[in-house]
Structures are given as structure tokens and as C-alpha cells.
């Protein structure tokens, strides 16, 4: 038994690792040809689903977010994180919206610390459980809230957990840069508007927005190679290297709280990526990426099959209804 397992995973590094060569010398290789490649490193991430684990193995992820005016954002980020493959998922709000989100779902683990007086102690506590952390979803723009999750980011890169930024924390990012400059685990999500801010605050100039390729690289080689994913009709996904698109068809629908769902599952598979590539079952390739196209096809399919049923009245919590669905026919067929 154990020789089998031994040599699947043997099978399983050989052709992650062709795969990759393939995908990093191949200059003109078709979109579709490359997305085939990295949606099979993406497969090979996923871990299997086997009666010998315990709950938690999978992935406890935290998300950081969550106040009077927001509480959708981090439902949804941390409701998509379950239903992508995660035993456990923590929301870390301020007290106002923990009983809300508490009332949307009882399958969340809501704690509401974010706006007191020693919230990065409280929330501190729960970093050695933690696999992957999604800051920003909700998480509203008041200097205490954006000071805590600073220093939440920072503790947690002491950890080496995986950190995935958006929304909010992408505002946090445009005044303090240096707070996940160069974390080879952080993974930043923002939309036009976000990348924009991030852009000019970075390069102290007006962004070139004919050449949405070129400007995400600048980005990514200005954060330190962090990995970015400008989010839009195509996604960019880049760790300066060289930029990756994911044009996996969605809808015409553009509904608030998308995003969360991709910030959540990105959570997840970055924990899963990060573990595989610990295991020697990712090799050659950065985790952050494999895990940020993985989220953006998976949230793209959502959308798409969403749509098919519900058309223009399509909304996150149809997409959310899709996790299970989208997850299986893009990465277990
Ligand atoms: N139900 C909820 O609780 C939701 C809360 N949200 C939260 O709301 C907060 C603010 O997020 P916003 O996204 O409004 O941020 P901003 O306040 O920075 O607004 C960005 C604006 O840019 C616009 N925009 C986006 N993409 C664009 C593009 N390609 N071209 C031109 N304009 C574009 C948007 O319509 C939005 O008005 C965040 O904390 C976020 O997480 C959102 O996640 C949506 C759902
Ligand atoms: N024009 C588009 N065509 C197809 N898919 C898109 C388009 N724009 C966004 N998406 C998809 O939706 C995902 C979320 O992007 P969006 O721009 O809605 O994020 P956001 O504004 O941060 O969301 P939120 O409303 O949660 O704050 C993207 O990763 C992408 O998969």
C-alpha cells in the first residue's frame, strides 16, 4: 500500500514538473495549451479526500475583515473557503457585525475582537492554528482596524503563513508597502480600481493603462516578485516573471462580494499549494501562482454557471452555490 502511494506520488512530481518546464519555455504557447498546463498543476494540489484525517488537516483558514457597514464581504470570503475544501473557517470582525455574520451561517467561527483594545493579542492567539489568511474582505478603513491588521500581517509572516490581500487590505498595502513587500507567501487580489492606487502610489507616476501586462509586472517587481492578480475581463497573475492569464469564460454579470469569493478560495488553495510544494509535489514553480489561477478559474466558472441559471439576477450567493459543482469539473475530471 505504502509503495503505491509512494510511487503515485512519484508519478505525480514527474509530471507537475513536466508540466512547468513546458509552461516556463513556452514563449508562444496558446492560451488554451497553457491553461490546460496550469490547471494540471492546479489538480495536483488538491489533496485527496481519505478517511485516515483528522478535521483541520485540510486547511483552518482566517479571514480578517468585517464591520458596521460590511458584513457580506467576509461571509463571503469565508463561506467560499469551506466550500472549497477547508475543515475549519475563522472570521476576525469587529463586535457590531460578529453576531450578524454569525446569524448568516452557522458554519463560521466568529470572532469578534477586531476593534478591541488588545484585538492582535486576541487574534494573535489563533495564528499557530491558522494555514492561510485572507486580510482585508470587509475589512472597512478606520486607522485601528488598519492598524491591527498591519500588525496581523506582520506576525503572521513571522509564522511563514500564506497571506492573501484584498479589498480593504489592499488600501492598507497603498500607504504601507513594506508591510508584505517581498513575502514570497502573500498574494495581492486587486480590481482596476485597487491596482491603480497601488500603482501610482508605488511608482510615483500615472499608470500606462494601455498595457495592462506590462503594468502588472512593474507592480509585482516593485513588491519584491510578490505575486499579483489584476482582476478583470482576463485575470493577470504574475510573480514578475512573467505574467499568466486566466480567461476561463464567465458571464457578462458583474455582482458585489465576487471578489470575496476569490480572495476565500484563494486562501485555501494557497495553503494547499504552499503544502504541496513543501512535499516536493510542486517543484520549479511558485505556489502563489498555481494557487491564484486556481482561484480565479474556479470563481470565473462560478460566475459562468451562475449565470446559466440565473441570468442578469445572478448574485454571490448563486456563485457560492456553484463552489461544489465548478471545483469538480475544472479540477477533478
Ligand atoms: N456585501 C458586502 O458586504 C460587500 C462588501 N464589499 C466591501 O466593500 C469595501 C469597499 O470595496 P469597493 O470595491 O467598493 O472599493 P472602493 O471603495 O475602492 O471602490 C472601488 C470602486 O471602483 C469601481 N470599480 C471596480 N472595478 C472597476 C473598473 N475595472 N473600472 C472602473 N471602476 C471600477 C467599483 O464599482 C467601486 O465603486 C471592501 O471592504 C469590500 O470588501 C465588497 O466586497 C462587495 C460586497
Ligand atoms: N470583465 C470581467 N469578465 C469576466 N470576469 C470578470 C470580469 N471582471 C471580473 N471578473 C471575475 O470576477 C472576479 C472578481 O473581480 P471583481 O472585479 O468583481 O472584484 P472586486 O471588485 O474586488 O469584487 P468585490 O465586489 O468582491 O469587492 C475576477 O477575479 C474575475 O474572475
Redesign the pocket.
Known sequence: MIRIVCAQLSALKRSSSLVFERYYSSGSTSHSSMDDDILSLVKSIVPPLTSKKHKGQDGRIGIIGGCQDYTG?PY?AAISALKVGADLSHVFCTKDAATVIKSYSPELIVHPVLDSPNAVEEIEKWLPRLHGLVVG?GLGREDFLLKTAKEVIEKSKTRDIPIVI??DGLWLVTQHPSVIHGYQKGIL????M?FTRLYEALHHEPMDSSDHQRSVLQLSVAMGNLTV?L?????LITDGSKVIS?SVE???R?????????SGSMGVLAHWAHAASAAGVVRSVNPSVVAAFGA?SL??QC?SQAFQRHGRSTT?SDMIQEIGSAFKKLFES
Open positions: 464581504a463571503f474582505p484584498d479589498a487580489t486587486p480590481n482596476f485597487e492578480v482582476k478583470g475581463e482576463q485575470d486566466c464567465g458571464s457578462g458583474r455582482c458585489g462580494g465576487q471578489g470575496d469569493l476569490l480565479c470563481t470565473r460566475n454571490t
